[in-house]
């Protein structure tokens, strides 16, 4: 598979929350307290926001979860993930198979979410209120996903070793224990 548009500056616009808008807003929540560490990672304290946009790249899946305040978290999917229905049926997505086998997604618009957790080995879990969940896990090669909001983004790196934690002040390298 080669590698996404996720390479370089569009990483970094991404992860940052980067919308494609020539603007930027003045947020009306501090990220900092959208975002709580804990042990096994960071969970996004963003329940209630419901995800306003779906785009399809030849490599990628993205996502908009919009808060309805102009505060938005963006994820760029770039590697396989799991899709596991209300009912507990999964169903695994690779975003390089083009964007017909991506289109039961699509039921995912204006869908209200629960949680986004963020693991310290990279994976992303976004889960809804009605039960359903996307996991993505680090990928052997390739970044998996990047996402964020404005000012605090997250990349998880090839090979779930590393997790790029952006913040305004300083990037951190996060290191998955041996």
């Not at 229905?85 to 979410?113: H, I, K, M, W, Y």
Request: charge should be negative.
């Amino acid at each position: 598979m080669p590698l996404g548009p996720a390479c370089g500056n569009v990483t970094r616009g991404a992860a940052r929350g980067y919308s494609g808008s020539r603007t930027r807003h003045t947020p009306n929540v501090e990220h900092a307290e959208l975002v709580i560490e804990s042990q096994d990672g960071w969970t996004l304290a963003i329940g209630g926001w419901t995800i306003t946009r779906l785009y399809f790249d030849p490599y990628a899946v993205g996502v908009a979860i919009n808060g309805g305040t102009g505060d938005a978290f963006h994820a760029y999917i770039e590697a396989s993930f799991t899709y596991r229905d209300a009912d507990g049926s999964e169903q695994l997505f690779a975003p390089g198979e083009g964007a017909p086998t991506l289109a039961p997604l699509l039921s995912l618009l204006n869908r209200t979410v629960e949680t986004v957790r963020v693991s310290r080995d990279g994976t992303l879990l976004i889960a809804f209120s009605d039960g359903t969940r996307i996991s993505v896990p680090p990928d052997p090669d390739y970044e998996a996903w990047n996402g964020g909001l404005d000012e605090i983004g997250f990349i998880s790196t090839p090979g779930g070793r590393d997790l790029v934690v952006r913040k305004p002040d300083r990037d951190l390298l996060v290191r998955k224990p041996s």
